[in-house]
């Protein structure tokens, strides 16, 4: 039997608003987004006063959520899934710090796990965010900017390489991957991750300008945390900062969490990014409610009045969700539409996902009601209202 709902009011998609539309939902998907009055069927659910619908946000980058950690396995991630689901945030990638090449494998091949799971029983994933494949947060990175991740499990691109090129199916759930490209091999590494299909990201790396650029002509799209763990924008000596502003298309990730990124900055970095800029939260176990100690990777990390850091006061991932990132970029004077938009359109165009983050015909509707702050007053998974 077909379920069909329909919603009034403004809509924000793809950075723009659309002021009164609307949204027609049927079976979980988006069946259109018109400006007529649906005949027959469902009469509409009209947005309140001030208040705004758009696509469920999409985390690319997130290591956990209130007390849990990717890499401790499937309930970690299911417990992440239903964190983040309340939170607005509908679509993520769990994602893995630098460890052995074989507990990567293995985080991988747990990620993998879930999201078949929730493929195969739609009904036990109701209350979950979409799992959308895994995030490698190393282990080709420099050693010179290696941030919290330990450097003891630090690995050459090559040995990278040979591990995917041995056992091409260990590594089919990876959808994105950080490297620092200067090192011996990084370019190979670069090439080999796109042809197959991966999203490689530049991060952790102290490339020079000129190296930054040969990596995204080799395949890179993406770019990690920007400022953070890289080399910078020096006038004289420009690197993967720089870069990253200069490209005409790499996506630049961006933890608006005031910690990783100085405020004063923020409209300086969305005005020259514009539709590459990606929010991305970064978040660690330690976000939520849970404080105190917790862990990144195998490394201990302290949450304290909403900063997480190593013992020797490193910057370990954040305390904030998707959600609360889109939040603090409208404060700082982001229009809503293009802060939306960072966290909706672009990272799902940057994983070639056309059913999410966006409102239009055949996308999941996965919806999020939004004030004119950006903070999220409701959320729709699937077609079903969570709060219903």
């Known amino acids: 039997m077909t379920r069909l709902l329909v919603i009034r009011g403004p809509v924000l998609t793809g950075g723009r608003r659309l002021d009164e539309a609307l949204v027609h939902v049927a079976d979980g998907r988006i069946a259109s987004v ?6 027959g ?9 001030g208040h705004l619908l758009a696509p469920g946000f999409v985390d690319i980058h997130i290591h956990g959520r209130a007390g849990a950690q990717a890499t401790d396995g499937h309930d970690a991630i299911r417990a992440m899934a239903r964190s983040l689901a309340l ?14 090449l074989e507990a990567l494998a293995e985080f991988a091949s747990g990620v993998a796990a879930v999201r078949r799971e929730q493929e195969a029983r739609p009904e036990s994933a109701a209350l ?4 959308l494949g895994a995030n490698l947060e190393g282990p080709a990175l420099d050693p010179r900017h290696h941030g919290a991740h330990d450097p003891e499990l630090l690995t050459e691109p090559a040995r990278v390489l040979h591990a995917w090129r041995v056992a091409p199916d260990r590594w089919r759930e990876v959808r994105i991957m950080t490297v ?3 090192l011996a091999g990084g370019l190979a590494l670069v090439r080999h991750l796109a042809e197959s299909g991966v999203v490689v990201s530049i991060g952790h790396s102290g490339a020079t300008f000129d190296e930054a650029m040969a990596a995204y002509a080799a395949g890179a799209t993406s770019t990690t945390h920007l400022f953070n763990a890289m080399s910078g924008f020096a006038h004289r ?6 870069a990253a502003f200069s490209h005409h298309s790499a996506a630049v990730e961006f933890i608006a969490d005031g910690v990783h990124v100085d405020r004063a900055l923020w409209p300086l970095i969305w005005r020259i990014l514009g539709a590459r800029l990606v929010a991305v939260s970064d978040g660690i176990s330690g976000g939520g409610p849970a404080g105190g100690a917790h862990r990144l990777g195998g490394r201990t990390v302290r949450v304290r009045d909403g900063r997480a850091e ?6 370990a991932g954040s305390t904030i969700t998707l959600a609360e990132a889109v939040a603090n970029l409208c404060a700082a004077g982001m229009p809503v539409a293009k802060a939306v938009a960072a966290a909706t359109t672009t990272p799902a165009r940057l994983l070639r996902r056309r059913d999410i983050g966006r409102i239009g015909r055949g996308a999941r509707a996965d ?3 939004l004030d004119r702050a950006g903070v999220v007053q409701r959320v729709m998974l699937g077609g079903s209202w969570l709060d219903a």
Do not use: H, N, W
Not at 41 to 49: D, I, Q, T, V, W
Not at 237 to 242: F, R, W
């Open 87 to 100: 939170s607005g945030v509908t679509a993520f990638l769990p994602t893995a710090a630098t460890a052995s």
């Open 367 to 369: 919806l999020v009601v």
């Open 180 to 182: 620092a490209p200067e």
């Open 128 to 131: 979950q965010a979409m799992v």
């Open 41 to 49: 069927g469902a009469s509409p659910y009209r947005l309140s006063a």
């Open 237 to 242: 000596k420009p690197g993967l900062a720089a």
């Open 310 to 315: 190593l013992e020797d006061g490193t910057i």
């Open 34 to 39: 018109s400006r007529q009055s649906p005949s």
